[in-house]
């Protein structure tokens, strides 16, 4: 089992940044990549970034340029700062562990951006 606690969402002016952090703990090794997704009240689940444990990243295209995910191996750690946040960025954000096949979530944290 792999445990994600994350922290750092809270309520921001558009144009505001935020960082987000996902502390991993458990059987953390062999975890191929951890990632943040959102979820926006009446909209689906939908991927924001992701990264490898080899330092590869993936972003959706409505956040390149703004968001930026990053990783501590030591710290077993896996951040996104958000800078520019606009009001569509408002959601509950997820942290997500891939390890072999299994998926773990975080238990969300929520981000709201007022115009």
């Known amino acids: 089992q792999v445990q994600l606690v994350e922290s750092g969402g809270g309520l921001v002016q558009a144009g505001g940044s935020l960082r987000l952090s996902c502390a991993a703990s458990?059987?953390?090794?062999?975890?191929?990549?951890m990632g943040w997704y959102r979820q926006a009240p009446g909209k689906q689940r939908e991927l924001v970034a992701t990264?490898?444990?080899?330092?590869?990243?993936n972003y959706v295209d409505s956040v390149k340029g703004r968001f930026t995910i990053s990783r501590d191996n030591a710290k077993n750690t896996v951040f996104l700062q958000m800078n520019s946040l606009k009001p569509e960025d408002t959601a509950v954000y997820y942290c997500?562990?891939?390890?072999?096949?299994?998926?773990?979530w975080g238990q969300g944290t929520q981000v709201t951006v007022s115009s």
């Open positions: 458990g059987r953390i090794f062999s975890i191929n990549a």
């Open positions: 990264i490898t444990s080899g330092g590869n990243t």
């Open positions: 997500h562990a891939l390890r072999f096949v299994e998926n773990y």
